[in-house]
Each structure stands twice: as structure tokens, then as C-alpha cells.
């Protein structure tokens, strides 16, 4: 019902960067919440960033400064612009989106099937 294409990852050395690509297809509520979570080695999956449908934005500590997520609502696309990449970043990258049909309804999550990112030293 909701499919999440996403496309971007791929090797870069430290100190480069990279933008993720993450496209929405399906049945899309208004109110709805975007991110991107990552799954490095021998750590939990944790969140990276989010963007609402209204364009409020949270990130993690270790993305504030460097990473920045924005949205195109007319594609249902969300982006992740990285920064200065460092090795510890290298990880799964899995886009993630939250949605619920009304502000009392249910909320769902979806996940993309996830993009490697690899960061040289």
C-alpha cells in the first residue's frame, strides 16, 4: 500500500558528502512525519533526522550542523543532505515514514529497504 524508494548511498571518503533520496508512493495522509534512521555495525538503529509535512525538523546530536533533511510534499520525496562524513557514519540508511489518517486515527509506519553508506578513512 505505501512504498519507499529510496536511492544515493554509496562510498565516500571522510570529510565528504552525500544526498539521500527517499520517494513515497501510495496512499499518503496529511498529516505524516519523514525520516531517516541508520543501522551502523554493532549498534542499535537510531534515528538520523525527521521532517514533518509542516517542515518541523528534529536531529540527532551527532547530525546537528552537518546534515540537513528537507521535503518536496508535491513528490512525496524526502531528502537527507550529509555533510563532513566520518567513519563511524557508515552504516544502513533506512528511510521511515509516519502517518496517520487524522489526529485521532492510528498511526503507521513504513520503512524503505534501506541504502548503504560507506565512509572511507
Known amino acids: 500500500q505505501v512504498q519507499l524508494v529510496e536511492s544515493g548511498g554509496g562510498l565516500v571518503q571522510a570529510g565528504g558528502s552525500l544526498r539521500l533520496s527517499c520517494a513515497a508512493s501510495?496512499?499518503?495522509?496529511?498529516?505524516?512525519?519523514m525520516g531517516w534512521y541508520r543501522q551502523a555495525p554493532g549498534k542499535q538503529r537510531e534515528l538520523v533526522a525527521v521532517?514533518?509535512?509542516?517542515?518541523?525538523?528534529s536531529y540527532a546530536d551527532s547530525a546537528k550542523g552537518r546534515f540537513t533533511i528537507s521535503r518536496d510534499n508535491a513528490k512525496n520525496t524526502v531528502y537527507l543532505q550529509m555533510n563532513s562524513l566520518k567513519p563511524d557514519e557508515t552504516a544502513v540508511y533506512y528511510c521511515?515514514?509516519?502517518?496517520?489518517?487524522?489526529?485521532?486515527?492510528?498511526?503507521?509506519?513504513?520503512w524503505g529497504q534501506g541504502t548503504k553508506v560507506t565512509v572511507s578513512s
Open positions: 521511515n515514514l509516519k502517518q496517520r489518517p487524522s489526529v485521532f486515527g492510528s498511526e503507521y509506519t513504513y
Open positions: 501510495g496512499t499518503i495522509f496529511s498529516i505524516n512525519a
Open positions: 521532517i514533518s509535512s509542516v517542515g518541523s525538523t
